[in-house]
C-alpha cells in the first residue's frame, strides 16, 4: 500500500479546497439560510407539524443532504475531471500506484469537503430551528456514508466527462431532481399511494428516510433497509470504478 | 549485466485501427544515454508511454529493472521518473508542492535538502514559491524536469526534452543530465536534433512507422557518417586497377566507368592528393570528379524514405 501517494492526493486536494475556503464556506451557508427563510419561515408558517415534527426541523436533514450529495458529486467529479484537462493525468498514470490508492486520495478529499459543508449547513441550522438529535452516531454514519457514496459517484462523473459540460450534466439532471424528490421537503406519506410507489425506486429516499430517523426516530422506510440501499449504493460505485481502472476506460489509452 | 529497459515484440494498435508500433525489440543497458530519433508520429512517444504506464501495450512485454511493467507495475515505476513532451502542470499550486506531491507519489519521505539541491540545480529555488501559473513556459519545463527527479528515478525519459527550450535551459538541462549520468542513472531521449543525440548520447536508435530502424552506438555511427565518398568519373572505361593505383578504400565501378575512393574526413591524410597525382602519373582520363558524405541526417533520411517506399 501506497500511503505517501494516498496523503499527497489528498493533501493536494484539500489545499485545493483551503484556497477558496471563503466560497466554500459562504455559499452553503447563504443557500442554506435562504431555504430556511423560503420553507421554513413562509411555508413552514402553514404547514406547522409533519408527523409531530415542526416543519422548519422536518427540513433539516433533507436540507443537509441535498447539500452535502450535490457538493461531494461535484467536487469529486471536478477533483478528477480537472487533470484530464489540464494533462496532469500522466502523473497518476506513472507513478506507483493502484486505482485504489488512487480513488481514496481524491475521493477521501472531496468527502472531507462534503462532510464540512453538510456540518456547516447543520451549524446554521441550529441558528433557525431547535434540534435534538436522537441518534448522534447514526446521524454521523449516515452523513459520512452519504459523503463518500456521492463522492465516489462523482468520481466516476468526472473519468466519464468528456468535457465541463457533460459534467454538470447528471448532477443537475440527475441527482437534483432525486433529492428533490425523495423526500428532502415532505414525508414520502403526504404522497398519493401510486406515488408513494414510484418513489420507492428513488434511491435518495432511503438515505434522506435514514437520516432524518437518526434526528427525530421516524422513518419513511425501516432504518435497516436504508443502511443497506446506501451501503449496496457505495459498492456498486466502488465497482464500477474497479472496472474503469481495470480496463483504463477514458484514462489510459 | 541484464538491461534496466527490455522491450521485446512491443505493438500497440489504437481502438481506431492506427498502429502506432509494430514489433518493437529494445534493450537498454544500465546508465547509458540513449536517443531516439525520428519524425513526428513514428512512435517514439508511444514507446515511452507504453514502458511509462500511459498507455497499455496491445502485445508483448515490458521490463524496467526486471520487473514487467503491467503485472509487477509498482516497482517497474517505482524506477522510473518521467518529462512529457507537453507542459502539463496544476497551475494553482506552488513550485514547491508540486515538486512535494510528486515525490509523494512515489512514497518517498520528505526530504526538503534534496529537494533544495534539485531546484537550485534547475535555477528554480528563487521560484520555488512561485505559483506555476505565473512562469514562463521555460520555467514550467524545469518544474516538469524536477519533478522527474524528484523521487531519485534510476531510469530518466526525456521526450523531446528540448523542444522549443532556449540556450540556457538546454545548458543547464544538459548539465544535469550530465551529473546523472555520473550516479548512474540511466537516460532515454527522444529528439529532433541529430547534433544533440551525437553530442550526448551513448547509442541512437532510428525510429520509423512504429519499427525500430538501427540502434548503434554513437560512435560508430559517427565513424560511418565521417566517411566520405570520392567519385571518379572517367573518360574511358578501365580494367583491372593498374598497381600504381592499387590502395585502401579505392575501388573499382562495376562498369568501369568510375572510380570511388572511401576516405576519412577526420583522419590526418586524406590521400585525395597523392591518389590525384598518381591518376595523372597513369595516364588515366578524368572526365568529373564528385564528392559526397553521409551526414547522421542522410542516414535518417534515407532509412525512413527506404521504409516509405
Known sequence: MNFGAVSAIYKAEMARFFRTLLQSFISPVISTSLYFVVFGSAIGGRIQEVEGIPYAAFIVPGLVMLSVMTQATSNASFAIYFPKFIGTMYEYLSAPISFFEVTLGFVGAAATKALFIGLVILATATLFVDLTILHPVSMLAFLILTCVSFSLLGFIIGIWAKNFEQLQLIPLLVITPLVFLGGSFYSISMLPPAWQ?????????????????SFFGQADVPIGVSLLAISGFTALCLGIIWLIFRTGWRIRS | MPPIVSVKDLTKTYPGGFTALSGVSLD???????????PNGAGKTTLISAICGITMPSGGT???GGHDV???YRRARDLIGLVPQEIALEPFSTVWNNVRFTRGLFD???DDAYLEGLLRDLSL?????????ELSGGMKRRVLIAKALSHGPRVLFLDEPTAGVDVELRKDMWRVVERLREEGVTIILTTHYIEEAEAIADRIGVISRGRIMLVERTEELMRRLGKKELRIELSEPVGPLPDGLRRDGLERAADGQALIYTYDTHAERTGITALLADLQASGLQLADLSTSNSSLEEIFVGLVKEDGQ
Open chain 2, 62 to 64: 515490458i521490463e524496467v
Open chain 2, 28 to 38: 537498454i543497458e544500465e546508465g547509458e544515454i540513449i536517443a531516439l530519433l525520428g
Open chain 1, 197 to 213: 410507489i414510484v418513489t420507492r425506486f428513488n434511491p435518495v429516499v432511503y438515505l434522506i428516510s435514514g437520516f432524518r430517523w
Open chain 2, 108 to 110: 518517498r519521505p520528505r
Open chain 2, 125 to 133: 529555488w528563487d521560484k520555488r514559491d512561485a505559483k506555476v501559473m
Open chain 2, 70 to 72: 503491467v503485472r509487477d
